[in-house]
């Protein structure tokens, strides 16, 4: 299993550009996340979805939008970047057993500046 | 919403040393992480823990969820435990987290 997959690795958008950052999971996991890292902060939840065509919002979620048509491939779309966007952003997938009480596997994430 | 602290935010360590770093947060919980961000950003898991001890080689965690507090235990440290452990708590289902701020490991040969 290649486990979670995210590309672009590095970005660099001007200001008002779009971009899709891209998510890709291998194991079969319905639950999948997105969250944005800020320089020496935590992570926080930006969207994330239970199965294929559901999605709701997370902690941080204006400017962004998500859409999830297949289990495998959690797409993150920001439309109008702002320099507030800056971040790395990382995608995450979980199995929902509770039996499991499994932990988060986490992508490589994105390194994004907008100028 | 519910709060997560992580304490020290800095630590420098010698090669072999033991450390324990402290999460506390601030209601009751049903799930508990932590994981070790990497010097190249790779955020890997290290334990699901909402209450409880667990241990993994040298790593071990010890969740005390009527005191709301977790420890994360490093023990003969190497200098492959550098980097950022963070504490990731949730209670709404979903397995949604919320992240502390982060204990940044230096462990010097």
């Known amino acids: 299993n290649a486990g979670v997959t995210q590309t672009p690795k590095f970005r660099i958008l001007k200001i008002g550009q779009s971009m899709t950052l891209q998510c890709t999971q291998d194991?079969?996991?319905?639950?999948m996340y997105w969250y944005r890292q800020d320089p020496g902060m935590g992570l926080k939840l930006i969207y994330y979805?239970?199965?294929?065509?559901?999605?709701d919002k997370g902690e941080v979620p204006n400017g962004y939008n998500v859409s999830r048509s297949t289990t495998e491939d959690f797409p993150l779309r920001l439309e109008l970047a702002a320099p507030s966007q800056t971040s790395v952003y990382f995608c995450?997938?979980?199995?929902?057993?509770?039996?499991?009480?499994?932990?988060?596997?986490f992508g490589p994430g994105t390194r994004l500046t907008v100028l | 919403g519910i709060q997560v602290e992580q304490s020290p935010p800095d630590l420098i360590l010698q090669e072999g040393a033991n450390s324990t770093l402290r999460c506390n947060f601030s209601?009751?919980?049903?799930?508990l992480q932590w994981f070790h961000q990497n010097p190249w950003g790779q955020l890997i898991n290290l334990f699901y823990?909402?209450?409880g001890t667990k241990q993994n080689g040298r790593l071990s965690a010890t969740t005390v969820a009527t005191e709301r507090y977790s420890l994360l235990y490093i023990s003969s440290s190497q200098t492959t435990d550098s980097g950022v452990y963070f504490c990731?708590?949730?209670?709404?289902?979903?397995?949604?987290?919320?992240f502390g701020t982060g204990t940044r490991l230096l462990v010097s040969p």
């Open positions: 979805s239970v199965g294929a065509g559901i999605t």
């Open positions: 823990i909402p209450s």
């Open positions: 209601d009751s919980v049903n799930n």
């Open positions: 990731a708590v949730g209670n709404t289902g979903f397995q949604k987290l919320v």
């Open positions: 995450a997938s979980t199995p929902p057993e509770l039996e499991t009480r499994d932990t988060q596997y």
């Open positions: 194991m079969n996991h319905n639950y």
